[in-house]
């Protein structure tokens, strides 16, 4: 999918969010292109409060390869929370009925859960895309088509 058929509004997952405060990542540069589309008047950047949230324990955990302290951690989260023309969605008592719906239908369990609970938010708020490395975990989901930036051409 390119860039200039991407339109209306766009869900960004935590792992393109988290690459764009690592410089190290190879992935950094594409996730930086990624936050950049806020700027192209077609489309509405959009981020759940669960995706700032997923953050901090990924980037102070053993998954990165030089943990963040939590001052460096809340720094970063802070910052992609407070990037200009970037909406960020609530969580509801809405969504999480919604998300204990799909995980019933579907009959996911565990962690899980927190990715149905993002479908349900972006179904809530009538986002039909979600850029995400995790493509699989999303493409069953009716009303989302998850595409990833990082092999997909986008900008």
């Known amino acids: 999918m390119s860039a200039e058929r991407l339109t209306g509004r766009v869900l960004v997952d ?5 690459y764009a405060t690592l410089r190290n990542d190879p992935r950094h540069e594409k996730a930086l292109e990624v936050l ?11 981020v759940s409060v669960q995706n700032l949230a ?23 989260i802070e910052s992609i929370a407070g990037l200009g023309s970037v909406t960020v ?18 009959d996911i369990k565990r962690q899980q859960y927190f990715d149905m609970q ?7 708020e009538e986002i ?12 069953f989901v009716e009303g989302i088509r998850a ?3 990082f092999t997909d051409l986008l900008c």
């Open 118 to 124: 993002l479908a349900a938010t972006m179904l809530e």
């Open 89 to 106: 969605l609530p969580l509801t008592v809405s969504i999480t009925r919604r998300a204990l719906r799909l995980c019933q239908g579907h």
């Open 36 to 46: 950049s589309l806020r700027f192209r008047g077609q489309i509405d950047l959009c």
């Open 54 to 76: 997923e953050m901090y324990p990924n980037l102070t955990g053993p998954k990165n390869n030089l943990p963040d302290s939590p001052e460096l951690a809340r720094r970063k």
């Open 128 to 139: 039909g895309i979600l850029l995400t490395e995790n493509t699989n975990d999303f493409n």
């Open 14 to 18: 935590s792992n393109v969010l988290i």
């Open 147 to 149: 595409v990833n930036p």
